[in-house]
Structure formats: structure tokens, C-alpha cells
């Protein structure tokens, strides 16, 4: 498969590992805040190529690991109204809320549906009148532009029975807070797709205001690895920059369609994350003008106040402060089947990962 | 993050196209991209074209690892 | 143990192993290891049982539909066995409103399938629930056959020895991905057929040649990573599996990178994985080749005395990580 396998090649990636282990000149943190690399890391069993110098810590880059407990009280209060039909990416599906899941609530009969995209969504509140269509959109920067697309669609053919919840949210804020408030690092794996659509130039304040270096990486092996061989650069010169290794798919400019698209139909908002409480500016809610297909402001709900479990610690693991082994839930009251935090959830959570990848 | 993954445009009616992956076909939104043509690749997320792939620079990354030096094994 | 059944426990991987063992093995005292089929030993011969339910949605699907899945999959967990299949019995539970022309053409596959594979169809059951009350047709299948004197190992590989070599008779993940691709709401198409097969004439033509087949399963809900779990647990000894070695398809390649599923996990209808002895690997590889059915077949890996009861993958680019059984349905991802 083009444009995959070329950047699988064994040879290539040994030839890499190579470079890496004669580069470094001391010891390296680098934090990636994108599920999907910690996803691909781990697949590729990165880290055993990687000398010992070189410590990857995985940051808040899932967006199902850091959607707030209340978002999916939500969704579960919504799914257990008459006539409503819930739409979601699979991701959700194990989410925990506060006392159940949509998982669980799907065996009690709930009507919740798994789509891979936004339209199929809208294909389905086309084909039943009769229902209430409430897509969850999650995601970041790659994924919401596609939502705002479905929504204007919607709007377009004037479809009164489809409405979003949106848990959608933006990087750089939260990358802002873990620098200040988390484990030292040396320097970013930036996230590929997020970078596809906003373009390099929202990173450029990781360099200027914190000195920090950063390359913005795809997601095959040979990518990872040449970004951190870019990193190791930067820091062996001290000349952090923002840096493009995925440029088959990133400018510093990035999509400029999907950018006016997505703040076309949304706009920045303050957002609850799961391990972080609030963050300013953080999250993406419905403009006034596409308020009829805000769930929120169309159907209000009220859901519990709910307390996190006090021996949870995926906030510290969000912020690369922990590791999944200092959780003394990790492994005995949370597994992939019963999780605690979102962190075990998703498949690429921190925790997810390393049960899976990693030996006991 | 997020799952995309590079797609060969096959055919394309309107806003939508048919799209590759090793010869599974998927539905991809056009809405975000433009001059998207047959032959093409396009980064396929959530149903959605994100980007045009550009062949270009794929082949330079490549060109750039290709031509590293090998060290000899130690 | 969870305390609401859930389509998880339905699935083969981590929660449908718990349930079986903590509740029903536990409760009937079923012997152990648990094989793909019971061998039981009476007035001289070695007698293989099996049973097994087909709920597959859709009922109809490229390469095949309910009906033939049922005698393929009977067929299939007798012969893994060791045993040559022979008779087979069909319950079938039918919902109220279920065309007979659609049970024309399933009970009719039925029939073919049995011929092709030699095994005759002699009892049965009939039940019709009102409508609701069941998804369309649920078969429930009971199968036994005979197992010839020195085979009795194969279903609980107790000759498995360091060294072994483990091989698969072809790529994986065909039928998964038929079946989502006939369910038709994840907006995807795909030339990619069930391998639904019965493949008793295959392994018959490698039992009857070689004497180091050490161990046979076959390879159907939780797929080839579930089996692999199943073997480091069953013989304590480390499995090393090389990825790149693993035949799959590109459109089922392709198919997993999009949705973000793993080709190791996922379901087959017509695979089965051999572990091999040392000196015989390469003629039962060679018998398999030959063969319609077992023409891409795969060296995968081999059986290790390091890592005991862990499965070591070496991956694509040259890393290892440790596979792991999987858990609960796969649900098809956009993070």
C-alpha cells in the first residue's frame, strides 16, 4: 500500500536506530500528545529500538482519555430518552462516565449506533424523521472540520431532527499547561494530522516562549524515528525550532479550507479535560448561527455532580508526571475490559498501551 | 493523532469520493479539499479528505533516508 | 467476572475466556484443557464430540452464509482434533416471518457443504419463536468422528517441544471483514470473500503423511491472537511469531489501518494454525502448498523454551512487543 509500506522498511529503520545511537550525547525526554503515536510506538516496538538515554513519554493526545466524565453522563442521559438514536465513533463506547458507559447502556437497549464518519450520521437522521439524531463529536483539530462539514450539511438541507454534542477540543492549551505544570521535557513529538489541517505554525510558541523544541511527526516507524533523531539534533545544537519531518502532508500553513470551514460553524470555548479540570480557550462549541443543532442548548439536560475515583491517577499520567505502573489501580481494578480511567480505555491511552505492549 | 490513512482516489461524484486502501474501498468527504482528481491520494480521517498526499515530498523524505549513511555493525 | 452478559463475552477473546472457564467448565467439570472438541474414549475407540452455535449477521455474506459456516465450522473443530468427521446434527431456531426460500437456500448450502466434506447430516431439531424473539435463525450444531490410535495429542498438544515451528494455511481475516463489509453501515466495499471451508480433506491428506503434527486449531472469533494466547497457556512454553510472516491480504490490511483494527484478531472461517515438529515442517508446508485450500500457507513463527506463556511478536520494523489476547469486540476506531 502506497505511501504506508515504503516507511516500514526494516532496512531503513535499523539504518535509523543506527543514527539515533550515535547521536545522543546525553540523556533525552520527549513527549508525543497524539493517541495515534503512542498507538504507533508501541505497535512498531519503538522503544526497543531506541538507547536506553531516550525516555518517550505520552502526553494528553487521546481525545477519548481526557473527555470529561460529565460529557458521557450526558450522552447516557440523552440515549435514555424516548426516540433518541445516539450516534458515536466506537472510541466512546467504553468510555466510563460517572456510573455506567454507553457500552452498558447499549445492553439495556439503548439506541447507540458506531459510525466511522460525521455523514453516516446524517445519513441515518435522513433515512429516520422520526428519531432525534445526537452525534457525539470528539476529536481535535484532524477530526472536528469534518464535523463542522456535517453540520453545515445539515443546516443546508435544513434537517430538524440532527444535533451535535461536542466534546471537540485543540492542542495547543493544553500542551501550554503541561509544560508549565508537568514532568520536564526536552522537547515534542508534535501530532501529524492535527498539523495536516492547523498547519506547524500553532507550535511555533513551544520554541519562542519555552525554548522547547519540536518535530512534527507521522506515524510510520521511519517517521518516528527520524523525528526523534530531529529532536536529538535540535538539542545537540540548542537550537529549538519547529520542524516538519511529515511534509508529505504538513505546512507551515496547513489546510486553509478545513481551517475556515471548522471556525466557520465553531468557535473557542473554555473545556473540562479529564485529569486537567478546566482549560481556557480549550474546546470548540456551535456558533449562535448553528445553535438549532446544539444538543446542549436544544434539549438541556442536568446530570449529577460526580467525583473521579480518588485512587485514579491518569491526570498525573496525562501529564507525564506518572508512569501506569505507579497506579496501584493499573492492572488489578483496571483493565482493558474493566476501566477505570479513560487512560485504559482507548486503545491507544497510556495505560491501554502499556498492558498490552509491555511485559509484567 | 487520529487515524488517517493515505487513499487512492477512484472515482468521484460531486462532493464524495471513492477511495483505496489496498483495494478495500471506503466513501471519502471531498469537502475539505480541492482539484482532487482521479489517481490522486488523499489522507482518508473519519470519512473525510484532510489532504492531498503530495507525491513530492513523499518521495524526498524517502530520497533523504535513503541516501543516510549506513554504519557498519558493531 | 463481569455481572451483565455483554456481546464482549460473545466474542473469543479475554471476557468470553473467563466466562467459560469460571462459569461453565467450572460448573459441568469439564475436563481439562478445554479442546475444540471432547475426546472420549469408549469400548476401544477415541471418539471426538463437538457443538457449536452460528448467530451470524447478516445470514447471507460473500463466500457463503449461515448454513454452510455451520457444517464448515463442525467440521473444522472435529478434524483439528484429529478425527475424521462423520456425522453431524442441525437445531435450528427460526424467528416468526423467516422466509422458507430463504431456508431453501441455507439448508441447501448445508447439504452441499456436507457432501463436499464427506460427513452426513442425521439429526436435527426444529423451533420457530414469535417474531422479536430471536435474530432471524440462530443453528446449533452437535458433530462427532473418529480419531485413528496416535492423534489423541493433537487437541491438547501435549507433544509440543521447544523449537516447533507454528504455521497458519493462509491469510487471515478474510471473513471478518466480509461479514462488516455485508453488514453495510461502515461505509466501506470490498472484494474481500468469507474463507469459509471445510478443511478435514486438508489436514487429513497432512495427518496421513506426517507423524509430527503436535498441535491443530482452528481459527475463528478472536482469531489468531486468541489461539496463540490459548497455546503459551496450554503448553507453558514462549511462542515468538515474526509479523511480517503472517499472510494477510492487502484489502484486509488496508481495512485494518483505516478502522484501526488488528489482522490478528480478527475472526476466520477457514484457518487453522499446525505446530509442527522440527523434522517435518517443511513436508507438511509443502503437503499444505499443494493444495486449493492451504496454497498460502505461512511459516509464523516457532515455540520457544524462553518467555514461557508469553506470545513475543517481532514486529514489522524490526521491534518486539508481547501480543496479547484480545479484548472484547473489536469496535472500529477513528483515534
Keep these: 500500500m502506497k505511501y504506508i509500506e515504503e516507511y516500514r522498511d526494516k532496512g531503513l529503520i535499523l539504518k535509523l536506530s543506527d543514527h539515533i545511537k550515535k547521536s545522543v550525547t546525553g540523556n533525552y525526554a520527549f513527549m508525543e500528545v497524539c493517541g495515534g503515536h503512542t498507538s504507533a510506538i508501541h505497535r512498531f516496538g519503538i522503544p526497543s529500538l531506541l538507547p536506553s538515554e531516550i525516555s518517550l513519554l505520552s502526553g494528553p493526545g487521546c481525545p477519548v482519555c481526557v473527555t470529561a466524565t460529565d460529557f458521557i453522563d450526558k450522552a447516557i442521559v440523552y440515549s435514555q430518552r424516548e426516540n433518541v438514536t445516539i450516534v458515536t465513533f466506537g472510541d466512546l463506547l467504553r468510555v466510563p462516565g460517572s456510573s455506567s458507559s454507553l457500552e452498558k447502556e447499549k445492553t439495556r437497549g439503548a439506541d447507540i449506533r458506531i459510525v466511522f464518519s460525521g455523514l453516516e450520521a446524517l445519513n441515518i437522521a435522513r433515512k429516520e424523521p422520526e428519531k432525534t439524531v445526537i452525534f457525539l463529536g470528539i476529536g481535535f483539530e484532524t477530526t472536528a472540520p469534518g464535523t463542522a462539514a456535517t453540520v453545515r450539511t445539515a443546516k443546508e438541507e435544513g434537517l430538524k431532527n440532527f444535533l451535535l454534542l461536542s466534546a471537540h477540543k485543540v492542542m495547543p492549551p493544553v500542551m501550554d499547561a503541561i509544560v508549565r505544570e508537568g514532568i520536564k521535557i526536552d522537547g515534542f513529538i508534535c501530532p501529524g494530522h492535527v498539523a495536516t489541517i492547523t498547519g506547524s505554525h500553532i507550535f511555533n510558541f513551544l520554541p519562542e516562549k519555552y525554548k522547547l523544541g519540536c518535530v512534527i511527526a507521522g506515524f510510520e516507524p521511519t517517521d518516528l524515528l527520524q523525528s526523534i533523531l530531529m529532536l536529538i539534533s535540535q538539542m545537540n545544537s540548542k537550537s529549538p525550532d519547529v520542524e516538519i519531518q511529515y511534509s508529505r502532508a504538513v505546512t507551515a500553513d496547513g489546510n486553509l479550507i478545513a481551517q475556515h470551514q471548522l471556525y466557520e460553524v465553531f468557535e473557542s470555548c473554555d473545556a473540562n479535560w479529564r485529569g486537567f479540570g478546566n482549560i481556557s480557550a480549550s474546546g470548540l462549541r456551535l456558533k449562535k448561527e448553528y445553535e438549532d443543532f446544539d444538543a446542549v442548548k436544544r434539549i438541556p439536560v442536568t446530570i449529577q455532580e460526580n467525583t473521579d475515583n480518588p485512587s485514579c491517577i491518569c491526570g498525573d499520567i496525562l501529564r507525564g508526571l506518572k508512569k501506569p505502573d505507579n497506579c496501584s489501580l493499573f492492572r488489578r481494578a483496571c483493565t482493558p475490559e474493566n476501566p477505570v480511567g479513560a487512560c485504559m480505555v482507548s486503545s491507544e491511552g497510556a495505560c491501554n498501551s502499556y498492558f498490552k505492549y509491555h511485559s509484567q | 493523532m487520529c487515524l488517517s490513512v493515505p487513499a487512492l482516489v477512484v472515482s468521484i461524484d460531486g462532493q464524495m469520493a471513492d477511495v483505496s486502501v489496498g483495494g478495500a474501498i471506503f466513501k471519502a468527504g471531498l469537502h475539505m479539499v480541492e482539484n482532487v482528481k482521479e489517481g490522486d491520494y488523499i489522507l482518508l480521517h473519519a470519512g473525510f479528505a484532510i489532504q492531498k498526499i503530495s507525491e513530492e515530498e513523499a518521495l524526498e523524505t524517502l530520497n533523504l533516508l535513503n541516501e543516510m549513511k549506513n554504519y557498519e555493525n558493531e | ?335
Aim: hydrophobic share 40%; glycine share 12%; with cysteine.
Design chain 3, 1 to 335: 467476572m463481569s455481572d451483565i452478559v455483554t456481546l464482549n463475552h460473545g466474542s473469543g477473546g479475554k471476557q468470553a475466556h473467563e466466562l467459560i472457564m469460571n462459569l461453565f467448565v467450572k460448573m459441568f467439570g469439564m475436563p481439562h484443557p478445554l479442546t475444540d472438541s471432547a475426546l472420549l474414549v469408549e469400548q476401544g475407540c477415541t471418539i471426538a464430540f463437538t457443538t457449536d452455535s452460528y448467530v451470524v449477521d447478516p445470514l447471507f455474506f460473500p463466500g457463503g452464509n449461515i448454513g454452510k459456516l455451520a457444517v464448515c465450522g463442525t467440521v473444522n473443530d472435529l478434524s483439528v482434533s484429529g478425527a475424521v468427521p462423520k456425522y453431524i446434527s442441525a437445531s435450528f431456531i427460526i424467528e416468526e416471518g423467516f422466509t422458507v426460500k430463504d431456508l431453501e437456500r441455507i439448508t441447501g448450502s448445508m447439504a452441499d457443504e456436507a457432501d463436499r466434506a464427506g460427513v452426513k447430516i442425521v439429526t436435527g431439531d426444529t423451533k420457530v419463536v414469535g417474531w422479536g424473539k430471536c435474530d432471524k435463525l440462530f443453528i446449533t450444531t452437535a458433530g462427532m468422528g473418529f480419531i485413528k490410535p496416535g492423534f489423541e495429542h493433537i487437541s491438547t498438544g501435549k507433544k509440543i517441544r521447544p523449537g516447533d515451528k507454528v504455521i497458519v494455511n493462509g491469510p487471515l481475516g478474510d471473513h471478518a471483514i466480509a461479514v462488516l463489509g455485508a453488514r453495510n453501515n461502515l461505509s466501506f466495499s470490498s472484494t474481500v470473500v468469507s474463507d469459509c471451508a471445510s478443511l478435514n480433506h486438508l489436514i487429513q491428506s497432512v495427518l496421513s503423511e506426517c507423524i509430527q503434527v503436535h498441535f491443530m486449531r482452528d481459527l475463528t472469533r478472536g482469531g489468531l491472537s486468541a489461539v496463540l494466547y490459548e497455546l503459551a497457556q496450554l503448553s507453558g512454553m514462549g511462542i515468538t511469531i515474526d509479523e511480517a510472516s503472517v499472510p494477510v491480504d492487502d484489502p484486509v490490511r488496508g481495512l485494518c489501518e483505516v478502522l484501526g483494527f488488528d489482522p490478528l484478531n480478527l475472526a476466520n472461517e477457514g484457518k487453522i494454525l499446525i505446530v509442527a515438529g522440527t523434522e517435518e515442517h517443511e513436508k507438511i508446508l509443502d503437503i499444505l502448498h499443494s493444495q486449493p485450500l492451504g496454497r498460502k500457507s505461512g511459516l509464523i513463527g516457532e515455540i520457544t523454551d524462553v518467555n514461557k506463556g508469553d506470545v513475543i511478536l517481532n514486529t514489522f520494523s524490526g521491534g518486539k512487543r508481547i501480543l496479547d489476547i484480545p479484548s472484547g469486540v473489536q469496535l472500529p476506531r477513528i483515534c
